[in-house]
């Protein structure tokens, strides 16, 4: 990109210089003081351009640097969360046995917890049950026919999703209804 602009400031200098070769063979200037001042005019001319040109570039810089800054406090959650999905998912299926050994309360308490922490960290829980399949948050593992329902509706959940806003982390793991 910087040979570039390399190349395309050499060519305007070499067209400025051209020009100016142009109106002194003409002899279009009278004395040597007006063609150092054409020349100083010209030079001036070319300088501020590159100024501006630098500021824009300054400018340009310091927008994509904010936009990735944004980005990445966006989504610096993702990785804590993707960690936390699979203890998540094992406390859920503790919670689907009826043994006495585990208190079931102190589960649904730790599940809670869990659940509050990716709240906090702007993560949501992708859970379709009865919603429209949709392959972009949504994995069909198998599908089912009930007639009862409607086609492509999402009958069961094997395993929840989760997002952070619109970037999905992990897609739910759905049955859907057979078309």
């Known amino acids: 990109?910087?040979?570039?602009?390399?190349?395309?400031?050499?060519?305007?200098?070499?067209?400025?210089?051209?020009?100016?070769?142009?109106?002194?063979?003409?002899n279009s200037l009278e004395s040597e003081e007006?063609?150092?001042?054409?020349?100083?005019?010209?030079?001036?001319?070319?300088?501020?351009?590159?100024?501006?040109?630098s500021h824009a570039?300054?400018?340009?810089?310091r927008k994509n640097s904010q936009k990735e800054i944004l980005k990445a406090r966006l989504f610096s959650a993702e990785l804590i969360a993707k960690d936390l999905l699979s203890p998540i998912d094992n406390l859920e299926r503790s919670?689907?046995?009826?043994?006495?050994?585990i208190p079931?309360?102190?589960?649904?308490?730790?599940?809670?917890?869990?659940s509050k922490a990716l709240t906090n960290s702007n993560i949501e829980t992708i859970d379709p049950l009865g919603d429209k399949f949709d392959p972009n948050i949504h994995e069909a593992l198998s599908i089912k026919e009930d007639k009862s329902k409607e086609g492509e509706?999402?009958?069961?959940?094997?395993?929840?999703?989760?997002?952070?806003?619109?970037r999905v982390i992990?897609?739910?793991?759905?049955?859907?209804?057979k078309i």
């Open 170 to 177: 992990r897609p739910a793991l759905v049955i859907v209804n």
């Open 34 to 53: 007006e063609t150092q001042i054409v020349i100083l005019e010209e030079t001036i001319k070319a300088l501020e351009e590159k100024v501006l040109r």
């Open 1 to 26: 990109m910087k040979k570039n602009k390399e190349k395309e400031e050499n060519a305007k200098s070499k067209a400025v210089n051209s020009e100016l070769e142009k109106k002194i063979s003409d």
């Open 104 to 114: 079931r309360g102190l589960v649904e308490l730790v599940l809670k917890e869990i």
């Open 153 to 166: 509706e999402i009958l069961e959940v094997i395993q929840k999703g989760y997002k952070i806003q619109d």
């Open 95 to 101: 919670l689907q046995h009826d043994e006495e050994e």
């Open 57 to 61: 570039e300054v400018e340009n810089v």
